[in-house]
């Protein structure tokens, strides 16, 4: 997964055709627990377009977004959120949801 600063962040969003966005904050253990699992879902899926981002650094996004919380998953259809996920379950339910989101390009 790749990390991306504020400038990186804005630019895949505004550019990507579809992105999935991981915000979260360093001291957050269920980020650490989601960020796992994000990988193991981004090795079953090569190529997935995913990027992660401390939401610190993105203040003004995340309250343009209205993030209530992180972990947060954002799926990013040209510049615009279709969905935020909170709750990542576990990794077959997160693989789903990845899935339909991509199916839907």
Do not use: W
Not at 86 to 99: D, G, M, S, T
């Amino acid at each position: 997964m790749e990390s991306l600063n504020r400038e990186e962040a804005i630019s895949k969003i505004n550019q990507s055709d579809s992105y999935l966005l991981f915000l979260y904050t360093p001291m957050c253990g269920t980020c650490h627990v989601s960020e796992k699992m994000l990988a193991i879902v981004e090795e079953m899926e090569q190529n997935l377009p995913l990027g992660k981002t401390d939401i610190n650094y993105i203040p003004e996004l995340a309250k343009e977004a209205e993030i209530e919380s992180v972990p947060c998953l954002l799926f990013l259809k040209n510049g615009l959120i279709e969905q935020k996920l909170y709750a990542f379950q576990n990794v077959p339910f997160l693989y789903e949801k990845i899935k339909a989101f991509q199916s839907d390009r």
